[in-house]
């Protein structure tokens, strides 16, 4: 396994665990779920990102 981080400042961290708290998990919790959405996008449905191409019509 592999700890990956950011670095915020404190307001905007303070921000995100009470966001995180709101919602009866942890920050860790709310990022891990992030970051799989968005290795394994076919597990977990829609991230609310569209990609397309340059060109591409939509």
Do not use: W
């Not at 009470?18 to 009866?24: L, T």
């Amino acid at each position: 396994m592999l700890t990956i981080g950011i670095r915020l400042k404190r307001e905007e961290a303070m921000a995100f665990k009470e966001y995180a708290a709101r919602q009866g998990r942890t920050a860790n919790a709310v990022l891990k779920e992030f970051v799989m959405a968005c290795i394994h996008p076919e597990q977990s449905g829609d991230t609310g990102e569209k990609s397309s191409s340059p060109g591409s019509e939509e």
